[in-house]
DNA sequence: TGCTAAACGGAGGCATCCTCCGTATAAGAA
DNA sequence: TTCTTATACGGAGGATGCCTCCGTTTAGCA
């Protein structure tokens, strides 16, 4: 595909790249409130624009929950990086509080993520897959330590991770959220004798 | 409360017990079909009901998702209790081999189970706290023979199932899913040696 | 300055949610 | 059986949201 010759012919225009900003801040603001069932009327009334310049900006409402979480993935990815200092085991666990932490502030990011893991859509399929990216490194090394089983990939402990996070509600769920992540770890890091026979081998 | 007191003061009416159970049979329909998101019309429709007759009954989308899969909470619990015969581990393991099975026939049952694990909804409460109650069971035989860590509460052990189920799709979920209950379980299984000094107590 | 591709905006068709209230009917009394 | 009335039925209707389509506006470019 030499879709390189098929260069927009013009610049951009402004206006509608000022929109789509706008369309953004909108939604941040709107999802932030009403969680991901807000309305996106309401995100198009509340950036002040037509209901039409939203859908052409973003077709789906998925695609809109991407582009505005879209950085916060790139936060995952750098808090990954930075981790590089502690040991395996540690780094996932800061890494899964991390994320906690994230999803205690955006409410709508799980419901953008969620369907990002495995579908292929434009808008995040590089940013999903930086992220995974940086969960196979942060258990290969795991692995190459001999610390962490190898019988599951990035994206399944991304969506436990997800699943985990869907049951937050109530006072302490981010108590409740963190231990048992946690013990998915404790799962996840075979003990030096369960290496050699993993327990879950056991039926 | 003496509320026993303020008893009906007749019999309910036939059409309205026999019309209760249309709108279930339809509801299991539709939702088996469409998702946890068909519509409620839909569901009037199928029952050839009026959509005033199918709110009467179930107040809210929630409520009829609760009373559709009350019997199926029965079968978890019944499930229970048959796995005594089992190691604790083993049965806790069958026990969410049977969950899944049953998450992977009805569609809706998570959207109903998710809200009941907390909440305290007329409908449900019993049911929930049964299940709950055949939760507890299963990992309180486990800690009496010291295989299983005490620092989870049996409804946050259902939680985490729920949300691991919730990422079901694709071809392989059921695998996956498994294999990360497995995981899960793991955790939840001290082993001998760490039982001295549970890994996450390490921080 | 004028041309034109690109973007805007919102009306409108359709679906669903949920409420409200006039009508119908089953249960119990006479 | 007949009458009374509590109870249930049904669907119209107002509100809202989804998404499309197309006439109007405007920014880039020559």
Redesign the pocket.
């Known amino acids: 595909m030499s879709d390189d010759t098929a260069k927009?012919?013009?610049?951009?225009?402004?206006?509608?790249l000022r929109?789509r900003e706008t369309l953004l801040a909108a939604a941040r603001e709107v999802f932030s409130e009403g969680g991901p069932e807000a309305?996106?009327?309401?995100v198009a009334r509340t950036a002040g624009?037509?209901?039409?310049?939203l859908?052409?900006?973003f077709?789906?409402?998925e695609a809109l929950f991407q582009a505005v979480y879209l950085r916060e993935t790139d936060q995952m990815v750098a808090l990954a990086e930075s981790l590089t200092e502690l040991e395996p085991e540690a780094a996932l666990r800061a890494w899964m509080r991390g994320f906690i932490g994230m999803v205690a502030t955006k409410k709508g990011m799980l419901a953008a993520l969620a369907p990002a893991l495995d579908k292929d859509c434009p808008t995040f399929a590089e940013a999903a897959d930086r992220m995974r990216a940086a969960a196979a490194r942060l258990l290969e090394r795991g692995r190459q330590e001999g610390v962490m089983r190898d019988d599951i990939a990035p994206e399944e402990m991304m969506r436990v991770v997800v699943g985990i996070c869907y049951t937050r509600d109530g006072e302490g769920w981010r108590e409740t959220v963190t231990r048992m992540l946690d013990i998915f770890i404790d799962g996840l890091c075979c003990t030096p004798d369960a290496a050699a026979a993993p327990r879950a081998a056991r039926r």
Do not use: F, W
Not at 39 to 42: G, K, M, R
Not at 49 to 53: A, C, E, H, M, R
């Open positions: 927009p012919r013009r610049k951009p225009r402004a206006d509608s929109n309305s996106l009327e309401a624009l037509g209901i039409g310049t859908y052409r900006h077709p789906t409402r």
